[in-house]
Each structure stands twice: as structure tokens, then as C-alpha cells.
């Protein structure tokens, strides 16, 4: 028996989380919090708003979290007449270096008939680094 390879944690030292408070996006954070206990990976959580209480979201991932790896949060803040939230985090990820984005499939879409939403649709279609989606 071969001795064990850790290929997978040069696959993902950098790993970008994509949060909106959904359950799938936490779910999302769930698996990004895996990867760095088991590879070490950093982790920085991504939430774009329009208007959001930067306060309450800090909370809600802090209290998923609990301690078990560090993380950095940054809140893409945008005006809807300038941007969209796909535009923002797309932008966000072409100015920074992640060797994966880890994204919930659907976020916070009423039709729940809808397999992906269209964040993650955008994100999966036009980021340039690997895209995980968590159903």
C-alpha cells in the first residue's frame, strides 16, 4: 500500500465561500470548513448585498462557524442600478486569487422549482477558478 497523498490540499489552499443566509449557502460553508480542517485550507466568506445589516450576517457566520477554522468576511456592498450580486462577486473573484468557490445552488429565490439559481448560474458559468455547488 502506497503511502497517502495530500493532492487535494493543493487544490484548495484558498477556498472563497459564497454566503446569502440561505440554507444551501451555509451548507456551503459547512463543506469549505471540512476542506480546512482536513488540508488547511483558508477560508474567506463572501456575502454581496444591496442593503444588508453587516452586523447580523457577521453573527450568523460566527455562530455556524464556532471556532472551528478562521476565516475572513468580506460584504460586497452594491447599488442595483450600477451592479447585480453575480456582477459584484464575479468582479470580487477576477481582483483576488481562490483555487475554488464554494457556492450554495439555490440562494434565496422564491420559485422553488428552479434546480439553480441564477447567482450560482453566473458564478458556475463565468468564474475563472473551480466552482463547487452544494444542493
Not at 42 to 66: D, F, G, W, Y
Not at 93 to 100: C, F
Not at 113 to 132: D, K, P, Q, R, W
Request: proline share 1%; with cysteine.
Amino acid at each position: 500500500m502506497t503511502e497517502p497523498t495530500y493532492t487535494v490540499s493543493f487544490w484548495l489552499r484558498k477556498i472563497a465561500v459564497l454566503v446569502d443566509g440561505s440554507e444551501n449557502s451555509f451548507r456551503a460553508l459547512e463543506l469549505a470548513l471540512d476542506f480546512a480542517m482536513r488540508y488547511g485550507s483558508q477560508i474567506t466568506v463572501i456575502h454581496a448585498c444591496e442593503t444588508c445589516n453587516e452586523t447580523e450576517i457577521s453573527e450568523k457566520i460566527k455562530r455556524r462557524v464556532n471556532d472551528r477554522a478562521e476565516y475572513e468576511l468580506k460584504i460586497l456592498k452594491y447599488s442595483s442600478k450600477e451592479s447585480s450580486t453575480a456582477n459584484e462577486i464575479l468582479k470580487y473573484l477576477s481582483e483576488n486569487t481562490y483555487d475554488a468557490v464554494i457556492m450554495g445552488a439555490r440562494g434565496l429565490s422564491i420559485n422553488s422549482e428552479l434546480n439553480i439559481g441564477s447567482v450560482a448560474m453566473s458564478v458556475a458559468l463565468n468564474a475563472t477558478t473551480t466552482v463547487i455547488l452544494v444542493r
